[in-house]
């Protein structure tokens, strides 16, 4: 497989994601997912100047299956990055086979978030998410940096039930 990474973060390609991720898991190119990037015309030019040299390909949901089939299948490696994780809970209903994790960087503070540790702070709808991609199989890790502790859907959830 040649997906390094399948990644939640809230700003997608930033300083962290280019400085620290493509060191700790090397990529050629990054391929972004969600219709609501894919159809900002100035946040698609932004996230291309913050790749640098990388080649950045940025779809809507419909477009991702053949986009993603199609990167895991070439000899290339590329990170899959999304600003939400219900965007990979679509992905998982419509079948599509991205790997095994979902790391889970910021996803900050916004209306009716609960907070739940540094830059995680997720609504009804991210748990819904999160609980779908478990269903599916999908293990996932919140982790800020490469070199942080990873955390486990379980803890996070714990959490978030608390504070309901």
Known sequence: MTISVVRVDDRVIHGQTMTRWTKARPVDGI???????????????VLKAAANDLKVGIYTVAEAPTKIKKGIESKKRFFL???SPQTFSKLADMGVEFGSVLNVGPMNTRAGAKVLGRTVAIDQADYNAFENLEKHGIDVQFQLLPDDEIKRWKTMKAKYDEMS
Do not use: F, P, Y
Request: glycine share 6%.
């Open 31 to 45: 391929l972004v997912v969600g219709d609501n990037i894919a159809t900002d015309t100035l946040r698609r030019k």
């Open 81 to 83: 990055i999304s600003d």
